[in-house]
């Protein structure tokens, strides 16, 4: 379970404002939002830590190849093809509840309480949006994937009611002993998800809205 995107972005500067009486003063280029600033908040899962595999998306990837090689060609191919889409900046953060279960690397057997949230900055907000459908279908969210959700008695939100914008999608689910929660969502240039395995839903929530908060 995983993916991101990215692709080279400039920085928009801002026009040079004119002075009077002597001392020049202009407007400093806008600096954009990193997806470490928006994925990479401990505090928005109390009592639990980050695991070592957080980072780049490459930082993620190299810690996978070692010890999932077959999950690791998988996201490879995911990252790639979110490159193509136009992603430049990339973040994933893995919190656990006890750092015997970090590495989880997306197997659906998690034990105890493991959160992933993946940040993809894309060039640009266009970009991100066309993306979000295509993406969809990595995060096991597709049109098919929300269907066999529901019919296995899970709680699919997708728009304004997730309070996520209008490109976005939240589940839950309890199954074989595991509940998993997990939104997804395109917000100005990025596209942000969060993996949740044994987490309270309403904290699931609260921590994708904090996340939300921090897009700029």
Known sequence: ?????????????AACGGSTGGSGSGSQPKQETSAQSV?????DFPGMQKCPESGSWDNYLKAEQAKDPTQFQSDKSDWDSLKAAGA?????????????????????????KIVDVYAVRFKDSSSASANFKTNSKDFHLSDSDLQ?????GGKVDQGATTGLGD????????????SFYIAFWQNRQFEVAII??????????AASKKINDRIH
């Open 167 to 178: 490109n976005s999608v939240a589940v839950s689910l309890a199954i074989a002993g595991t």
């Open 39 to 43: 994925a990479s908040n401990s505090s």
């Open 196 to 205: 949740a395995y044994n987490l309270v839903v309403a904290d699931g929530q």
């Open 1 to 13: 379970m995983n993916r991101l995107t990215v692709l080279a972005c400039a920085l928009l500067l």
């Open 88 to 112: 430049n900046d990339s973040y994933v953060g893995v919190y656990a509840d006890d750092s015997s279960h970090c590495g989880n690397f997306g197997s659906d057997q998690a034990t105890g």
């Open 148 to 152: 066999s959700i529901k019919s296995a």
